[in-house]
């Protein structure tokens, strides 16, 4: 992030904070960096609350909300050093960070220690992420009692410890324009490299080659990575949820699950396509397919300001036990497959999550035990899936097909809006873009 950047966003989700805490006092810090193996890190990725109120980046940073009357927002970075630049690149520095990013003041990490105290003084409590690390706890304990220790000269020590994260779940669940923004553009390079799948896949490669593509389009378009672990999954791979090895060879004939999204300024995609690898479906394949993709498009119909978060669930749950009964996979009434629960052998997982700057984001999906009203701004993810594993009481030729589609739908006043309806999703627009 630069200077031209608008960091305006961030300071109004500190103001409301600030509106939530009221005489207390926030403290929260970004992650802390990670080695890969013995001296050498992964890549830096930053604490998604912290970037949701600071835009800032950089590791080794703790941002705290002062409450009040007289309310600050300080930042505690790491200081300007032209000699570490060389090596690690660009650092801001308490002074350059102060003025960018909007900070009411802004220290050297160094000085946190020796702050947190007086800045804690005479607040009833602290809003913190608990239990977000050992250390990080030990180090809010430490101060806390710094200034229990200041106690003779008049000082009060906070009475109690809030998890802040509860009230930034709510925040986080309902998305801003900035954030749509962002959102909408991590949707549009997905959305891509899914296409480049499905024109460029084909028998005799490896499943690694597809990922390298999906690879190759999120970052020549600004998405340096990915929001989670790619499945590229072929033939009996696509019937495991969470496949990641990516090492099978792709035969004629087989279908390929891929669930993959790139990460855009800190926002999360997340889209899965199913497509024959040779281009055309086979007819179990296709009425697979279409059982999956009727069951997509009846929940879309669902999520839609004041309905339920659970009712799109219900809908795919219902929808596609009708598809499993008219395909022969299961036997008996509908009501009987749901209430005995028989449609799992097939379809064993939710109909979607939320999602924002992570991939399965942040938000209560009930709360004492009533499933949340959907709103506009909030974004879901809609993804049913069959997944056929052999079985003697099921016909051969449906063995080993796995389909799941999936998209990221934002919660709009009049309904909502699929941001990834670009990638192709129809039996047809599958086949033209294989075809492609």
């Not at 101060?143 to 994260?165: K, Q």
Request: proline content about 5%.
């Amino acid at each position: 992030m630069n200077a031209l950047v608008d960091t305006s966003p961030y300071a109004h989700r500190r103001e409301r904070l600030f509106a939530a805490i009221g005489d207390d006092i926030a403290i929260i810090p970004t992650a802390p960096e990670v080695l890969r193996n013995r001296d050498t890190g992964y890549l830096y990725r930053h604490d998604s609350y912290f970037y949701y109120l600071t835009g800032f980046v950089e590791p080794e940073s703790v941002l705290v909300l002062v409450g009040g009357n007289e309310r600050k927002a300080i930042l505690f970075c790491r200081e300007k050093n032209l000699e570490r630049e060389i090596w690690d690149g660009y650092r801001y520095g308490p002074d350059a960070a102060k003025d960018v990013f909007r900070f009411d003041a802004a220290f050297p990490i160094e000085k946190l220690t020796e702050q947190l105290p007086k800045l804690m003084a005479d607040r009833s409590a602290v809003h913190t992420p608990v239990g977000m690390g050992a250390a990080w706890d030990a180090q809010i304990a430490a101060a806390i009692n710094a200034v229990r220790n200041m106690a003779r000269t008049g000082v009060a020590a906070p009475n109690s410890v809030i998890d802040v994260r509860a009230t930034l779940d709510d925040m986080r669940l309902i998305k801003d324009a900035h954030e749509i923004a962002l959102m909408r553009r991590a949707a549009v390079i997905s959305s891509g490299a899914h296409a480049r799948a499905m024109k460029t896949a084909r028998p005799g490669q490896y499943e690694y080659h597809v990922e390298a593509e999906l690879t190759h389009e999120f970052i020549r378009h600004g998405a340096r990575t990915p929001a989670y672990n790619h499945i590229v999954a072929s033939g009996p791979n696509a019937c495991v949820l969470h496949y990641n090895d990516s090492n099978r060879k792709m035969l004629d004939g087989d279908l390929l699950l891929i669930d993959a999204g790139c990460e855009y300024e800190g926002y999360a995609s997340d889209i899965t396509r199913t497509f024959p690898v040779n281009g055309k479906f086979t007819s179990p394949q296709r009425d697979v397919y279409q059982a999956v993709l009727n069951a997509q498009l009846a929940c879309m119909e669902v999520l839609k300001p004041g309905h339920p978060f659970n009712e799109y669930h219900e809908v795919a749950i219902r929808v596609l036990s009708q598809g499993m009964l008219d395909l022969g996979l299961l036997k008996g009434s509908l009501d009987q497959v749901i209430d005995e629960k028989k449609y799992m052998q097939f379809y064993m997982h939710r109909a979607g999550h939320w999602i924002g700057m992570d991939v399965h984001d942040a938000g209560d999906y009930r709360k004492k035990g009533v499933w949340q009203t959907l709103q506009p701004g909030m974004m879901i993810t809609n993804e049913p899936g069959l997944y056929i594993r052999p079985d003697a009481a099921v016909p051969e030729h449906f063995w080993n097909i796995g389909v799941r589609i999936e998209d990221d739908v934002l919660i709009t006043a009049r309904g909502n809006e699929n941001l990834t309806i670009t990638a192709p999703k129809t039996v047809a627009e599958v086949e033209a873009a294989c075809a492609r």
